[in-house]
């Protein structure tokens, strides 16, 4: 979410009673069947009811690894999802979509990534189910498929009263900007790459931040 944001956010969750211990690891955990305390490498130690522990995601293709795909982080693939080999040709029999597969979004750049927003396994399901579709028909699969993917990632959240939108890829910016509203009620914040806007996040403002789709969509064309 970068600085403004970020600082805002966690400015939320001290004033609900959460402590943030930045910069820290897990030494070790102290009790039997249930977690009773939580050792900190700084020796700091927390009483415990219930460990949560949010390590992110890892693409699973362990299955994959004879098939002579490219499994580089997630399952490579072309604009049409069609699995790429390790010698960089597509395999008309494999489409990946969701979370593992990576792909290059004309919104932003030609840089294949795997993205994890919640919308887009919906998105690659689609044009997934395009390719398939026409390739059933006996139709020119190959010219659909290189018709440029461009979805644009969303995700939201609720953090008490305050509800987070974002649209984009926010985690590429270089720098962000306060352009509506103030972080502590309301408020907008673009985020840029350059001069290539790259992502919008809002606390509140909700049509505000919908009203980005379009510029995204422009950007793009």
Request: hydrophobic share 45%.
């Amino acid at each position: 979410l970068g600085p403004i944001l970020g600082a805002e956010l966690r400015r939320r969750h001290e004033v609900h009673g959460v402590r943030f211990y930045c910069g820290e690891s897990v030494f070790g955990l102290v009790g039997g069947v249930n977690v009773e305390r939580v050792i900190l490498t700084s020796g700091i130690m927390l009483e415990c009811d219930v460990l949560i522990v949010a390590v992110g995601s890892d693409p699973q293709t362990s299955w994959l690894q004879e098939s002579g795909l490219d499994i580089v982080d997630g399952v490579l693939v072309d604009a049409g999802l069609r699995a790429i080999t390790t010698e960089g040709d597509v395999d008309r029999r494999v489409v990946a979509v969701g979370d593992v597969a990576r792909y290059a979004n004309t919104l932003f750049d030609l840089i294949p990534r795997r993205v994890e927003h919640w919308n887009l396994p919906t998105e690659t399901g689609k044009r997934a189910g395009q390719i398939l579709a026409v390739q059933l028909a006996g139709g020119d699969v190959d010219a659909l498929a290189a018709t440029p993917f461009a979805p644009l990632p969303s995700f939201w959240s609720d953090q008490y009263d305050a509800h987070v939108l974002a649209f984009g890829m926010t985690y590429l910016a270089d720098r962000s900007e306060l352009v509506a509203g103030t972080p502590d009620t309301e408020c907008v914040v673009e985020y840029f790459r350059g001069e290539n806007l790259v992502g919008v996040c809002g606390i509140g403002m909700r049509s505000a931040v919908q009203s980005y789709r379009s510029r995204f969509v422009t950007s793009a064309a």
